[in-house]
């Protein structure tokens, strides 16, 4: 069986969906980095230049989510959630104006999902 | 002595063409304290069209602007710093209502230095000129600095005040006109500045537009009617400006964070002195404002042989931080700015437990009592762990710090460079060679040596590698806000002889 590298909660899949229906095709990027740094932006797919220096970690609600690779390198071992918080974060992530931030939440990969993982 | 917060107006407005303005769609979002988690005041929630009448008012005002003389620019950059001299005490409080940090931080740091960043710029225009070369008997080149027209500045929520004066001060100086976009967390201070320097500056010179990023951040980023962005923020929303500035080929200064090494050598336990001791307050400052500075020491290296020694005094001073209201002035760590910040914190926290990281102070939320039991706030953290962990490469933007070892010289020096940040680094040895061969080693725009999180004016401040590019704090700033003009005159009668 093959495992993923990131999930979402159905807390962050329903306000995921709402902004997707609003917004249109949507992104994630999961930025470094200062201030309201080291969270998954949401961001218009057309907005976002995405080339080979990201790296596509996988899908989560029907939305594709990446980071640039010199940041997966030292991600690559964590298995990741998308969940949300109440909130007001910065940034030009389509979230914040709903009151809640999406959320990274990491756990480590165990042998049996490092061995399958997909991608 | 105690403090509290100031008294704000139910709501505010915009800063438009030298006026409050309300939203021109008449919608506000609501400013809570993170002491209390209780209202501050509402805020307008600008969208497209509060923006392009912001652009509008500054492109209006930019002709007359610029023919001001630099001594006039000056008398007002000066008059700007002595209303916030003369109101310090209220932006201190102003700050830590909004922000979270304690008050003796904003009281000595925060609103001295936005002054003295005013009264900086104010004085480099007086100094400065323009050049003039000649290149042969009859060639002159000419150097004239002219300011770009329209700026557009998006700072972040860590030091409201101080970094509107690091951006605003040397864009006005320059001769700009300015389209300020506070952090949606902190909008107060630079509001409550507009309000007293009003009748400072033409109408048009200074606007200040509060809102949401993706609402009023991307249209003021994106707009083709401002010469130039300059950002504080974070990665993606560092590289999404990019992009779209490079719709309009409009040059960026970008601020984008980092995850800064503070490194210590054997050779600062050699006496138990002042310096000693000062060594271990440097190691402790990944503390200073709830650790939500872009340069925050967030990795301790530690030389292996005085690791024991060195540590335990570091956890004792850490666990002698005195948390507790922020307004108190006995209090040294206030909260953090927002829940989602919180939240995020202790995420980190987690995930470096279970990478295998070694709790050596602190670990968790901090619980504290009566009415500040809704408040945001964390007990100071020190990891033991290795540089591969997320931990160690991941700016928390919150008073949790990464401890690891190193055996040599080399070892410290690749480590400390094992990022993709490049901002700050700490250096700390009675070794002279060390002295100035370790902050030529490490690739960070400003190393401290024997000292960290010193930030004076007339010394420049910028990123190496992804946290960023240009220089504030200093006048090569000045440059980042102007085109260089060259008139090349021929004092040659006779013709080329080509046609």
Redo the contacts between chains.
């Keep these: 069986m093959d495992y993923k590298r990131v999930e979402i909660t159905p807390e962050a899949e329903k306000l995921l969906q709402e902004l997707k229906q609003q917004h249109g095709e949507v992104i994630f ?11 998954p ?1 949401l ?1 218009p797919k057309e ?3 995405i080339d080979d220096n990201d790296f596509l970690l996988g899908e989560v609600g029907g939305v594709n989510f990446y980071m ?1 690779h ?2 997966f390198e ?2 690559k ?2 298995h990741l959630t998308v969940d949300i ?10 979230d ?2 709903t009151g809640y ?1 999406f ?6 990969l165990n042998d049996e999902e490092n061995k399958n993982l997909n991608p | 002595m105690s403090y509290s917060a100031p008294k704000f107006k139910e709501k505010y407005g915009n800063f438009i063409n030298g006026k409050f303005q309300d939203p021109i769609d008449g919608k506000y ?1 609501e400013n809570h304290s993170p002491v209390d988690n209780k209202l501050l005041a509402k805020y307008p ?1 600008s969208n497209d069209k509060d923006v392009k009448s912001a652009i509008e008012a500054a492109n209006n005002a930019k002709d007359e602007w610029v023919k001001t003389s630099a001594s006039e620019r000056a008398a007002i950059l000066h008059k700007i710093a002595d209303v916030i001299q003369e109101n310090l005490e209220t932006f201190a409080q102003m700050e830590t209502a909004d922000n979270g940090k304690s008050i003796r931080e904003t009281m000595n740091a925060d609103v001295p230095l936005a002054v003295d960043h005013f009264r900086y710029f104010a004085s480099a225009i007086r100094a400065e000129e323009g050049s003039a070369t000649e290149l042969n008997e009859n060639t002159l080149s000419l150097i004239i600095n002219e300011p770009l027209g329209v700026v557009a500045q998006i700072i ?3 030091f409201p005040l101080l970094m509107l004066a690091w951006k605003v001060a040397p864009a006005l100086a320059s001769g700009n006109c300015v389209v300020l976009k506070p ?3 902190t909008p107060a201070s630079a509001t409550f500045l507009a309000e007293k320097i009003a009748d400072l500056l033409p109408p048009g010179v200074f606007n200040v537009i509060h809102g ?4 009023a ?2 249209p003021l980023a994106s707009s083709p009617n401002v010469d130039k962005v300059a950002f ?10 990019m ?1 779209y500035a490079s719709k309009n080929l409009h040059p960026v200064t970008m ?4 995850k800064s090494p503070n490194v210590f050598f054997n050779s600062i336990m050699d006496h138990d002195d002042a310096f000693l001791d000062k060594c271990i307050e440097g190691a402790v400052l990944f503390a200073f404002n709830q650790g ?1 500075v ?1 340069t925050a020491p967030s990795r301790i290296l530690i030389q292996e042989d005085i690791y024991d020694e060195f540590i335990k005094r570091v956890i004792e001073r850490t666990k002698a931080i005195k948390m507790g209201n922020p307004f108190e002035e006995s209090t040294m760590m206030g909260a953090q700015a ?7 914190i202790l ?2 926290i ?2 470096g437990k ?2 295998g990281a070694e709790v050596l102070a602190g670990g968790d939320a901090a619980k504290l009592e009566g009415n500040l039991a809704n408040g945001f706030y964390i007990q100071p953290t020190i990891l033991k762990g290795h540089n ?1 962990m ?1 931990v160690f ?5 919150g008073p949790v710090v990464a401890v690891c070892t190193f055996k040599d010289e080399a070892e410290a020096i690749e480590i400390a460079n094992d990022t ?2 490049g901002l700050g680094a700490g250096v700390w040895t009675r070794d002279a060679h060390q002295l100035y061969q370790i902050p030529r080693a490490i690739k960070a725009g400003r190393v401290w040596v024997n000292c960290y999180h010193d930030y004076p004016a007339h010394a420049p401040f910028g990123g190496y590698k ?2 960023g590019f240009g220089r504030e704090n200093h006048l090569m700033m000045l440059n980042h806000y102007r085109q260089s003009k060259n008139m090349l005159i021929s004092y040659d009668k006779n013709k080329l002889g080509f046609f």
């Design positions: 990027h999961q930025s470094g980095g200062c201030c309201d740094g080291s969270s932006m961001l907005d976002f230049y640039s010199d940041q030292y991600w071992h964590t918080v109440k909130g007001r974060g910065g940034s030009f992530s389509l914040i104006p931030r959320l990274i939440k990491s756990r480590m | 979002f929630r972040p929520w860590n952090a949606e967390q949401f990023g993706p609402e951040g991307k504080t923020g974070e990665t993606t929303t560092g590289q999404l400006i992009q601020e984008l964070g980092g939500e872009c927002s829940s989602d910040q919180h939240q995020k995420e980190y987690k995930i279970d990478e591969k997320r490469q991941e700016e928390i933007f993709m940040y992804k946290s």
